[in-house]
């Protein structure tokens, strides 16, 4: 059984940090993308960052980067997405989704996961 458990979300004030993580289980990692998605009240599910299992490639929405920076620890099976200089546009809950047949032109694209957590909510006070 497949499962993504994400922790570390909170309430923090617009310019500090956070760092999520999603321990996966039941998945044989290797050739999965990993990725982390956003849902803000009101609006759609969004992509925040991704990372291939085996390479360690990774991919950023325009609006993180260079602040979000995602990363993966293989002996804990867990991804972290570390969360810098936040703002309270990135108020959302953030979700851990990952799949095995995700290509790179679709990396950012949530449809194309099947497996998702229960999702963590990030609130940034201004």
Known sequence: QVQLIES???LVQ?????????????LTF???AMAWFRQAPGK?????AAIA???GSTWYADAVKGRFTVSRDNAKNTVYLQMNILNPEDTAVYYCA??????VLRIRM????YYWGQGTQVTVSS
Do not use: H, I, T
């Open 8 to 10: 570390g979300g909170g």
């Open 14 to 26: 617009a310019g500090g940090s956070l760092r999520l993580s999603c321990a996966a289980s039941g």
């Open 30 to 32: 290797s050739g999965y």
């Open 44 to 48: 759609e599910r969004e992509f925040v």
């Open 53 to 55: 299992w085996s390479s």
């Open 98 to 103: 990952a799949d095995s047949s995700v290509n």
């Open 110 to 113: 949530s449809n194309k996961y």
